[in-house]
């Protein structure tokens, strides 16, 4: 019932893009994303429900399709405070509860 | 705003000890969680609590017990820990339940937990 998400791991230059993965195996409800600094607690980014939508939050945007049961997670112009893992927690359709994936590092160097 | 909070912050055990990991949250929250976080596995579930007076198993509750005290307290107790216990754990909060809500849960910074 774990989403997978890819990629595992990715290092960035400031300004560079990227895309992070989260699939599921199971008819989706929600996708919340969050972000974990090291030694931290997760902190919430957003929440796609079910619908398609694409949502934004600063330089990091976010889409769900529920009919492939994915979501990619985009970050633009990457910024050194941006490093982080990143983890998508799906809600399945008539469940309680999130799943977490195993996170993505993503890493941003000068 | 304190958020959500958990004591104590690290701690050390031996085998067959117990202890009791305390959460509270003070934004009036109804429904309140316990994860554990280990290496390469993310976050699991191990128990929730929906609203004051009820919880419920997730995936990893072997081993575990939980007590809604009221509703901005949610205690996680290790009857007789064990090594494959020794994990971050941590507390999250959210307005009503994750399921067929847009509410997201808030975490605690979290307790390590070391078994020898």
């Known amino acids: 019932q774990q989403p997978v998400q890819s990629p595992q791991a990715v290092i960035l230059r400031e300004g560079e893009d990227a895309v992070i993965n989260c699939s599921s195996s199971?008819?989706?409800?929600?996708v919340h994303w969050y972000r974990q600094k090291h030694g931290e607690a997760p902190v919430f980014l957003m929440i796609?429900?079910?619908?398609?939508e694409q949502k934004g939050h600063e330089k990091i945007s976010a889409s769900f399709n529920e009919k492939k049961q994915q979501s990619s997670l985009y970050l633009t112009a990457s910024q050194l405070s941006y490093s982080g893992t990143y983890f998508c927690g799906t809600v399945q359709t008539g469940a309680n509860n999130l799943f977490f994936g195993t996170g993505t590092r993503l890493t941003v160097i000068p | 705003n304190a958020g959500v909070t958990q004591t104590p912050k690290f701690q050390v055990l031996k085998t067959g000890q117990s202890m009791t990991l305390q959460c509270a949250q003070d934004?009036?929250?109804?429904?309140m969680y316990w994860y554990r976080q280990d290496p390469g596995m993310g976050l699991r579930l191990i128990y929730y609590?929906?609203?004051?007076?009820?919880?419920d198993k997730g995936e990893v509750p072997n081993g575990y017990n939980v007590s809604r005290l009221n509703k901005r307290e949610f205690s996680l107790r290790l009857e007789s820990a064990a090594p494959s216990q020794t994990s971050v754990y941590f507390c999250a909060s959210s307005k009503v339940g994750t399921g067929r809500s847009n509410q997201p849960q808030h975490f605690g910074d979290g307790t390590r937990l070391s078994i020898l």
């Open positions: 796609l429900l079910k619908g398609g």
């Open positions: 199971k008819a989706l409800y929600s």
């Open positions: 609590s929906a609203s004051e007076g009820t919880t």
């Open positions: 934004m009036n929250h109804n429904s």
